[in-house]
């Protein structure tokens, strides 16, 4: 049974940071493309951050580059997103997910699994 657990999200103050962290298990970890997605009320789901198995790969949205890192831990089965210059319109629900590696790293297709997310609040 596979399970994605986020953690981390809390209410901060525009400007400040955050790292968030996903745990897997259940699954080959290092055989999967990880990503991060974020959802706010109305507005449609949106592909942040994403790491190929060997971490030599990523793709960040354009909302983002610059201000958020992902990474990971293979033999800790662990995904992170550091994010740094928080703003009001960060605030959503941030979601972990993964699928198996082969295809362009920033495709929001085929994302098998997903976690139960974690709420971040930017306060201005």
């Known amino acids: 049974q596979v399970q994605l657990v986020e953690s981390g999200g809390v209410l901060v103050q525009a400007g400040g940071s955050l790292r968030l962290s996903c745990a897997a298990s259940?699954?080959?970890?290092?055989?999967?493309?990880m990503g991060w997605f974020r959802q706010s009320p109305g507005k449609e789901r949106e592909l942040l951050a994403a790491?190929?198995?060997?971490?030599?790969?990523?793709y960040y949205a354009d909302s983002v580059r610059g201000r958020f890192t992902i990474s990971r831990v293979n033999i800790k089965n662990m995904v992170y997103l550091q994010m740094n210059s928080l703003k009001p319109e960060d605030t959503a629900v941030y979601f972990c997910?993964?699928?198996?590696?082969?295809?362009?790293?920033?495709?929001?297709?085929?994302?098998?699994?997903w976690g139960q997310g974690t709420q971040v609040t930017v306060s201005s």
């Open positions: 259940g699954l080959a970890f290092s055989s999967f493309t």
């Open positions: 997910a993964a699928r198996p590696s082969g295809s362009y790293v920033g495709t929001e297709v085929g994302y098998d699994y």
């Open positions: 790491m190929s198995w060997s971490g030599g790969r990523s």
